[in-house]
């Protein structure tokens, strides 16, 4: 029989050894790297974010950033054009007041001159009025009283837009409250006349689109570039261009106003503005309630010369001053 011998592994000069069914080198605990520290790292790497990865990741970020970014700026414009509509609301309601406490104290007789449009003879002649109309008269509101005389319950109330483009107002509404003295106390102040005496020969600048008149004349409207009325007829209920012979004949005043906010209005010049305000057609006769202010909506949707955000910012108003009837 032959013997054997048997063989034993030959050690390994350097202590590794080789274990497992692929042969893995594992090192023995003296800081050398083994088989089962080789498994996590492999697993790390495989576990970082691809190039692809990063590029959507980058992607979604921005299309979120402009999102937010139009969101933002879709409010910022809401917020700024709802600013601009309480500016001019605000602005509008004093000056809608102001005309109806002006109006509700006309002094409403037959001997009482009255100007405004369609007024003929004897009264002041305020005849057509193209463009922005004018009306002056009597109210029992007080006024800008001059320094000597005795003060009368009466003024001479106006309302116009400037036409002076030399004038700090031009294109702006504005109102005359021109207190006045009783007859005979002061003769270097003009005092309460009646007829024959009509307000154009007494005091021009109340009947002028453009005559200054510095004591009694103020901006009430600075936003204000149109101003247009007409009557509405006690007889029939219609409304007219052409009062009645008899003022007891009107039962209210239509008026209608065109205002623009400040942040609109520096987008225009004045050149523009007029322009524009005279492509805002004038009361007709046969219209309705509201048609005018419809028509002047129309025209400022179809403009296409001027900056839409200054044509986008104009506010229309209407309003109606129903006058009671004359107690004498």
């Not at 007024?119 to 109210?139: E, H, L």
């Not at 009646?194 to 409207?221: N, Q």
């Not at 209920?237 to 003022?247: F, K, R, V």
């Not at 509201?290 to 108003?317: E, K």
Request: charged share 15%; with cysteine; aromatic share 8%.
């Amino acid at each position: 029989m032959v013997d054997h011998a048997t063989t034993r592994p030959q050690d390994n000069t350097s202590g590794e050894q080789t274990s497992g069914r692929h042969g893995l080198l594992v090192r023995p605990s003296n800081g050398f790297v083994t088989s089962r520290t080789l498994r996590p790292l492999a697993k790390d790497a495989h576990a970082a974010f691809t190039l692809a990865e990063l590029l959507i990741t980058v992607g979604v970020l921005v299309l979120l950033v402009l999102l937010f970014t139009q969101l933002l700026n879709s409010a910022a414009t809401i917020t700024t054009l709802g600013h601009k509509k309480m500016d001019a609301d605000s602005q509008t309601r004093q000056l809608l007041d102001r005309m109806a406490v002006d109006f509700a104290q006309m002094v409403k007789r037959s001997d009482v001159d009255f100007f405004a449009k369609g007024t003929t003879a004897p009264n002041s002649v305020g005849g057509a009025m193209a463009g922005n109309d004018r009306i002056a008269f009597y109210s029992a509101v007080p006024g800008y009283y001059p320094p000597t005389g005795l003060q009368s319950p009466v003024s001479l109330v106006a309302y116009r837009i400037n036409s002076d483009s030399t004038s700090s107002s031009y294109d702006k509404l504005e109102r005359m409250g021109k207190g006045l003295v009783w007859n005979g106390v002061s003769s270097t102040d003009t005092p309460i006349v009646f007829m024959p005496l009509t307000i154009s020969a007494t005091w021009p600048a109340a009947t002028s689109s453009s005559a200054p008149d510095t004591t009694a004349y103020e901006v009430i409207g600075p936003q204000v570039f149109r101003f247009e009325y007409c009557y509405l007829l006690r007889a029939n209920g219609t409304l007219s261009i052409t009062p009645a012979s008899d003022i007891s004949g009107i039962a209210a005043i239509i008026a209608d106003v065109a205002v623009i906010d400040s942040k609109s209005k520096v987008l225009l010049n004045d050149a523009q503005v007029t322009s524009l305000a005279g492509q805002l057609s004038d009361y007709s006769t046969n219209m309705v309630p509201g048609q005018l202010r419809t028509n002047w909506q129309n025209t400022l949707n179809t403009n296409t010369t001027l900056p839409r955000p200054a044509v986008s910012g104009i506010r229309l108003y209407e309003r109606f001053f129903y006058l009671s009837p004359p107690t004498l």
